[in-house]
């Protein structure tokens, strides 16, 4: 091929093919370790399929093995504890024969005596003297108690005793059972805590688990469940140090934390993600019936969000606390222009200028110093409460929907973030 240009006229150029085959030939080589890269992926999926099918039978196991261990338990207790109420009938059972007899030999006594009384009596009212004199010595030979001895009833058993005894045996049981209990459920979390220190090391990037509501140590600072920090130290006692971004050395417990990966900071698709401690929901339209039915609850409902547990999730709405749902039936409530009066959790953040709304007659944690009138500054914010540092009041607590923004407009003069939101309209 030849330059087409006047100026380079009968000069040959590089064919566009061999510089296009040099390339091709870079671009095969990168093109067959993306192959293997991709090869290489694929058996690392299937292992992980295999190894979380593997996990999930495992675990299935362990419920049926565990359901069967505490069965036999109770079963066991019930065969003991019928051993001491056989016991019991049994002393029952001997009282009741002894009372029996000593019942009827009194009994037997009393007809005695009854009849000698009538023997007295007719001696007494017969007219015939040499009679009356006859029989007297003969009926008169003993009184009316010889040969009766006091009798009373004293069971073998004093059942009172008996049910101190069961009592105290109930109680020393509970207090073991709850020791061993309480001991195997810690076992069992330090064997997944043991498990997490295989996954989390020393300058990973990590952030405290969605179904922690409040870490052992607190949050401090501005740390919130999205915050991801670095792990600076691992403690020999399951704790460990972390460096967030404006918080270093946090010290939380391991079994709080997990890894974060690249996918995990771009945003994971799944929805047990995307509903976090704080988030306003409501169940999905497309959801005909929850699986833990809808008590108070409606479609219309809008609540927060205060546990995240695996696929189920915990909401406080007006009209039922603590209601529990399933994360796949639920949608993240956004607010609709109608209410721009209202601000949402995630529209008040620490340094916000705030008060107390208008139409708020007593505010849930109490007035204080507090009044109307007062602005303050957003100083900490935990789940739905605010803490504010008011002129009046430092420390004051309130909920967010509560609480108002307030902004500051061209003139310097203080206005409420609505007002100023009409004016724009």
């Known amino acids: ?39 290489a992926k694929e058996q690392e999926l299937q292992k992980m399929k295999m190894d979380i099918a593997s996990n999930a039978d495992a675990a299935k196991k362990a419920v049926d093995i565990s359901k069967k261990y505490f069965s036999d338990l109770v079963k066991f207790i ?21 009372g029996t007899k000593l019942q009827k030999k009194l009994e037997e006594e009393i007809t005695e005596l009854k009849k000698r009384e009538g023997v007295l009596e007719d001696l007494i009212q017969t007219d015939d003297n040499i009679q009356f004199l006859q029989n007297y010595e003969s009926v008169s030979s003993s009184s009316g ?45 330090d ?24 870490p052992r140590y607190n949050w401090g600072g501005d740390i919130t469940h999205k915050s991801v920090g670095v792990v600076k130290e691992i403690k020999s006692d ?30 994971s698709s799944t929805l047990n993600c995307k509903i976090t401690i704080g988030d306003k929901v409501r169940v999905k ?14 479609h219309k409902s809008i609540g927060s969000v205060i546990n995240v547990q695996g696929e189920t999730v915990t909401v406080d709405f007006p009209e039922q606390k603590g ?34 709304k208008s139409s708020v007659k007593d505010p849930k944690h109490g007035w204080g110093s507090v009044t109307h009138k007062s602005i303050g500054v957003i100083k900490r914010i ?41 004016k724009n309209l």
Request: glycine share 6%; proline share 4%.
């Open 285 to 298: 339209p497309s959801v005909e019936t929850p699986k833990y039915l809808w008590g108070s609850v409606s």
């Open 1 to 39: 091929m030849h330059c087409l240009l006047d100026d380079h006229k009968g000069h040959d150029t590089v064919a566009s093919t061999t510089e296009r085959n040099e390339k091709q030939i870079k671009l095969t080589d990168t093109q067959t370790k993306v192959r293997r890269t991709i090869q």
């Open 323 to 356: 209601w529990i749902g399933e994360v796949s039936e639920m949608e993240s409530a956004v607010l609709s222009s109608a209410d721009l009066g209202s601000p949402s959790h995630a529209s008040f953040k620490i340094g916000n200028r705030v008060g107390v």
């Open 145 to 189: 108690s010889d040969g009766f001895h006091s009798r009373c009833f004293k069971p073998c058993c004093s059942y009172p005793d008996v049910n101190k005894l069961v009592c105290e045996l109930k109680e020393r049981l509970e207090t073991i059972f709850n020791q061993e209990i309480n001991e195997t459920v810690q076992k069992v979390s």
């Open 382 to 422: 935990q789940g739905e409460s605010l803490i504010v540092d008011f002129p009046e009041q430092t420390d004051w607590t309130g909920v967010t929907s509560e609480m108002e923004l307030i902004n500051s407009d061209v003139s310097g003069n203080l206005m409420d973030i609505r007002t100023l939101s009409y």
């Open 238 to 267: 399951q704790n460990l140090l972390i460096d967030f971004p404006g918080f270093a050395s946090w010290k939380g417990l391991l079994s709080e934390i997990e890894p974060v990966t690249d996918g995990d900071e771009q945003g």
């Open 78 to 98: 019930e065969k003991r504890s019928n051993e001491v109420i056989e016991k019991i009938k049994a002393q029952e059972k001997a009282d009741l024969d002894q």
């Open 191 to 214: 064997l997944a805590v043991k498990n997490n220190t295989d996954c989390i090391k020393v300058g990973d990037r990590v952030r405290v688990k969605p179904s922690i509501k409040t």
